[in-house]
């Protein structure tokens, strides 16, 4: 499975970004988009079920970011408003097929991953 995550770029504060993950395959479960800053570690961002569209966020993020899924075009998008410079890493999308893992939130739980893409915030 290829996971191609897109839609990253340099933008000041306070503003807006949509992120897109495409290649999801048949049998996946769970999507999510997870980020890691400079000499930081992997961050759980946002999790989306495919089926039932069920979500979860980390809690300081979810007045500002927003998972979704589009099933028409096999997507994971994650909407990114009111954008602060400590918002800055590289922005990873990741599928698993495993199901009601209470350990979701974990990178390691996932078995397939995007490359990347870049999100920067200047103050």
């Known amino acids: 499975v290829q996971l191609q995550a897109s839609g990253g770029g340099l933008v000041q504060a306070g503003a807006s970004l949509k992120l897109s993950c495409t290649g999801r395959?048949?049998?996946?479960?769970?999507m999510a988009w997870f980020r890691q800053a400079p000499g930081q570690d992997r961050e759980f961002v946002a999790a989306?079920?495919?089926?039932?569209?069920?979500?979860d966020y980390t809690d300081y993020l979810k007045s500002r970011f927003t998972i979704s899924r589009d099933s028409a075009k096999n997507t994971v998008d994650l909407q990114m408003n009111s954008l602060k410079p400590e918002d800055t890493a590289v922005y990873y999308c990741?599928?698993?097929?495993?199901?009601?893992?209470?350990?979701?939130?974990?990178?390691?739980?996932?078995?397939?991953w995007g490359q990347g893409t870049q999100v920067t915030v200047s103050s």
């Open positions: 990741a599928a698993t097929t495993r199901m009601y893992d209470p350990n979701y939130f974990r990178s390691s739980r996932y078995e397939y």
């Open positions: 395959t048949s049998d996946t479960y769970r």
């Open positions: 989306i079920t495919w089926g039932f569209g069920s979500t």
